[in-house]
């Protein structure tokens, strides 16, 4: 164990408490998940501490940020209990994690760069499936068409809730609007990029949520702005549980 438990200063649960916006409570509840090292106690059984629970205590909350509540308190057990190169792994998942997260993210970008302006259906061409049902609406055959996919797959789409045509109430065809014919379009591309329905599917929440692809431009400012956020919380993170390994010895 490192010098710091073995020198003479003596630090109480508040003192750790005080600096940090925090409880005496949670500090006692960090030790017993294992977040900071047992403490010492006192001949009347009194928790003390010492400098090196506090550089612990500095460590997980500077990994929160970047990795979340549970990862950062999973890495400082296994440094607590010895396990260093459980805790390394566990952080090399965090990185993995934003980096797929930033490459979704580009798919995602370059998905809607990929997306033509939707032309107005000429009325008139037709009254089947395969026609244009009117202003604002298209039938499945030709969107599948456009698309280069099978009507099946469209099918599959809405059951996995990417698209949500309505039905024609003469003919009980399938009517896909011009935000349909967008959803369609873009899981398309997500598609095309090797996304899996279940990651398409929120991405489309967000496009809807957003009300079309201009106001998502926002939106995915923000995105980048976490994306940043986090990998310079990691980084903190990891200044702070490298002073805490050398603490430790």
């Not at 509540?69 to 090399?92: C, K, P, W, Y």
């Not at 998905?111 to 009325?123: F, I, M, V």
Request: net charge positive; glycine share 12%.
């Amino acid at each position: 164990m490192g010098r710091n438990l073995q020198n003479g200063e003596r630090l109480r649960p508040v003192d750790l408490a005080r600096g940090h916006g925090l409880s005496t409570q949670a500090i006692r509840n960090y030790e017993e998940a294992g977040i900071l090292p047992a403490a010492g106690r006192t001949p009347h059984g009194y928790r003390t501490y010492t400098p090196l629970h506090a550089r612990a205590l500095r460590a997980f909350l500077a990994l929160v940020p970047g990795h979340g509540h549970q990862t950062a308190m999973s890495i400082m057990r296994a440094v607590n209990q010895g396990a260093v190169d459980e805790a390394f792994r566990l952080i090399d998942e965090s990185h993995a994690q934003l980096l797929d997260d930033r490459r979704t993210l580009q798919a995602v970008e370059s998905a809607l760069r990929d997306l033509e302006p939707t032309s107005a259906p000429e009325p008139g061409a037709g009254s089947g499936p395969a026609a244009v049902s009117g202003p604002g609406g298209t039938f499945i055959g030709p969107l599948a068409d456009k698309l280069g996919i099978r009507p099946a797959t469209l099918r599959k789409w809405e059951r996995a809730g990417l698209v949500r045509p309505r039905r024609d109430p003469l003919t009980g065809y399938r009517v896909y609007d011009e935000a349909d014919v967008r959803d369609a379009r873009l899981a398309h591309q997500l598609r095309r990029g090797g996304y899996l329905l279940e990651q398409i599917a929120p991405l489309i929440a967000q496009v809807r949520a957003a009300g079309g692809l201009e106001p998502l431009e926002a939106a995915l400012c923000d995105w980048h702005g976490r994306l940043s956020a986090r990998g310079r919380a990691m980084l903190t993170g990891a200044a702070e549980l490298e002073a805490y390994l050398r603490e430790r010895g």
